[in-house]
Nanobody, 114 residues
Framework: QVQFVESGGGLVQAGESLRLSCATS????????IGWYRQAPGAQRELVAI???????NYADSVKGRFSISRDNAKNTVYLQMNSLKPEDTAVYYC????????WGQGTQVTVSS
């Protein structure tokens, strides 16, 4: 069983930054691809950033140039550095593998005020 524990969210003003962390657990968990997803109120969950085991990354157009995903395999942790936050970034943020999804964690709330 794989578990994800997200943290680091909060309430910030537009233009500020946050760094999210996702601790993963599972004795043989070594995914090829793991990403950060988000779900805004009334919207579907969307993939915003992904990192592959080879080191490459991809981002949704809406966050490209502002968000940066990284992973520390020794700590089984994935990070999302979010800069220049906008009110439209307000959502609950989750991490999970891609494309196959494990059970979702509780997520971490990010609220950006204008």
């Amino acid at each position: 069983q794989v578990q994800f524990v997200e943290s680091g969210g909060g309430l910030v003003q537009a233009g500020e930054s946050l760094r999210l962390s996702c601790a993963t657990s599972g004795s043989t968990f070594s995914p090829n691809a793991i990403g950060w997803y988000r779900q805004a109120p009334g919207a579907q969950r969307e993939l915003v950033a992904i990192t592959f085991s080879g080191g490459s990354t991809n981002y949704a157009d809406s966050v490209k140039g502002r968000f940066s995903i990284s992973r520390d395999n020794a700590k089984n942790t994935v990070y999302l550095q979010m800069n220049s936050l906008k009110p439209e970034d307000t959502a609950v943020y989750y991490c999970n593998t891609y494309p196959n999804i494990w059970e979702w964690g509780q997520g971490t709330q990010v609220t950006v005020s204008s």
